[in-house]
T-cell receptor, first 111, second 110 residues
Framework: DADVTQTPRNRITKTGKRIMLECSQT?????MYWYRQDPGLGLRLIYY???????NKGEISDGYSVSRQAQAKFSLSLESAIPNQTALYFC??????????FGSGTQLSVL | QKEVEQDPGPLSVPEGAIVSLNCTYS??????FMWYRQYSRKGPELLMY????GNKEDGRFTAQVDKSSKYISLFIRDSQPSDSATYLC??????????FGAGTRLAVHP
């Protein structure tokens, strides 16, 4: 079984819809992250959480929100999806160091 | 100027070739340097991790950091078709806030 599981793997939605991407982990790590990946731009940090009571904005948090429901669960919401949020989204975890462990990603398309 | 610059490629080489992948970074405070490998439709996986300057070798892979020129390299010896992937460099000054390069797509053909 995967250590970092993301659901769904693919999602197509329409402009203005609210959607949630979910992430769960079995690695026992306190730190969790959401990144988006766009061609030519690499991975950019959206939000990160160092423990259940800690939520921090990353480089590109506008239009997104997150919820850390438990140590193992971290969800990303798009309140009103827009086409330029079409991207590949990754959840990641880490221990106290800088080594990240990524899920397999969610490909999101906003029409 | 991006904090981490990486040539996106694509880079195409024959099997057995030595591959050199490179990044430059702008912030001299960065101390942690990583290379991630990403196969198609998969998440990145950590390949190499180095702290400060110097070389680190792991099998066919060598990571090199030159802090004086702010240059990060990954060398792959005896490249194999299974090495075909996108390689992302990453660096950080601390607090787990990695900054990634855009990634270089590598294709190793038999």
């Amino acid at each position: 079984d995967a250590d970092v599981t993301q659901t769904p793997r693919n999602r197509i939605t329409k402009t203005g819809k609210r959607i949630m991407l979910e992430c769960s982990q079995t690695k026992g790590h306190d730190r969790m992250y959401w990144y988006r990946q766009d061609p030519g731009l690499g991975l950019r940090l959206i939000y990160y959480s160092f423990d259940v009571k800690d939520i921090n904005k990353g480089e590109i948090s506008d239009g997104y929100s997150v919820s850390r429901q438990a140590q193992a669960k971290f969800s990303l919401s798009l309140e009103s999806a827009i086409p330029n949020q079409t991207a590949l989204y990754f959840c990641a975890t880490s221990d106290v160091g800088e080594k990240l462990f990524f899920g397999s990603g969610t490909q999101l398309s906003v029409l | 100027q991006k904090e981490v610059e990486q040539d996106p490629g694509p880079l195409s080489v024959p099997e057995g070739a030595i591959v050199s992948l490179n990044c430059t970074y702008s912030n001299s405070a960065f101390q942690y340097f990583m290379w991630y490998r990403q196969y198609s439709r998969k998440g990145p996986e950590l390949l190499m991790y180095t702290y400060s300057s110097g070389n680190k070798e792991d099998g066919r892979f060598t990571a090199q950091v030159d802090k004086s020129s702010k240059y990060i390299s990954l060398f792959i010896r005896d490249s194999q078709p299974s090495d075909s992937a996108t390689y992302l460099c990453a660096t950080a000054g601390g607090y787990n806030k990695l900054i990634f390069g855009a990634g270089t797509r590598l294709a190793v053909h038999p």
